[in-house]
């Protein structure tokens, strides 16, 4: 198995080399088309990586990752499962493909929220629609006894 390069993107500028070690292949038996080969061949892949562990990332990064991929995360370890196509060696390129995505997604840094003034006009639909409304509620009051 060769390294994962994950492209340059926002936060990873020069891109990305995940060494061949800090991933792990797991393969089994894919259910779906195939016919008898689904019966005898591994199709299914599983690529893991420990997060917590890896040598690519730098500790910025790996709290980046951790934080933003924690509802996928089973610990530090993130799995990634191929079983759209027939043959295993396909399945291992689109899991790679889509773990490249992910980690690239996740290296991405946050754009800090600038702080904005609403306009004029959105001011004055708010009131205009907070007068309405109070007109409403008003009007369903029972009338005054004169």
Known sequence: MDDLRVPPGPGIPRGLVVPARDLDEQFSHAGGPGGQGVNTSDSRVQLTIDLGTTTALTDDQRTRVLRRLTTRLSGTVLTITAVEQRSQ???RA?????LAEVLREA??????????RPTRGS?????AAKRSRGET????RRPAAD
């Open 137 to 140: 509620k008003q009007n369903r």
């Open 123 to 127: 001011q004055t639909r708010r009131l």
């Open 107 to 116: 290296l991405v840094p946050e754009t800090p929220r600038r702080a904005t």
């Open 89 to 91: 060696l396909r399945n």
């Open 94 to 98: 689109a899991a790679r493909e889509r």
